[in-house]
């Protein structure tokens, strides 16, 4: 298990989640930070906003999944189950600007 990796929590009735707490957590504690995410309707349009970002294929999804970048939650790594893959790097990008933009750390 590692950072910006993509599980199944059931914290979120299965949904999938992506861990964002730094690599020393990960490793060394039983909790983690992740993000939820929301499994898209095929056929519904999307576009995602300031504080969303968007998943698919290139990260291990099999749909497009909507990430709620505003939103921290700590679970419990043991309650991750199923990796589904990894976030991209351009994605990783993405999320953690609109991290600190949702959440408006510091100001900023």
Same mark, same amino acid.
Request: glycine content about 4%.
């Given at each position: 298990m590692k950072p910006w990796e #993509?599980?199944?929590s059931p914290l979120f009735g299965g949904h999938p989640c992506v861990i964002v707490s730094n690599g020393k957590r990960v490793e060394w504690k039983n909790k983690v930070v992740v993000? &939820?995410?929301t499994t898209l309707r095929p056929g519904v349009p999307y576009q995602p906003d300031e504080?969303? =970002? =968007?998943?698919? /294929?290139e990260d291990g999804l099999s749909t497009t999944t909507r990430c709620e970048c505003?939103?921290?939650f700590t679970v419990a790594k043991s309650d991750l189950k199923n990796r589904r893959g990894? #976030?991209?790097?351009e994605r990783r990008r993405d999320i953690s600007r &609109?991290?600190? /933009?949702?959440l408006a750390i510091a100001g900023l």
């Open positions: #993509v599980w199944d993000l &939820k995410c504080l969303h =970002t =968007t998943l698919d /294929q505003d939103l921290l990894e #976030v991209s790097l &609109k991290i600190i /933009q949702g």
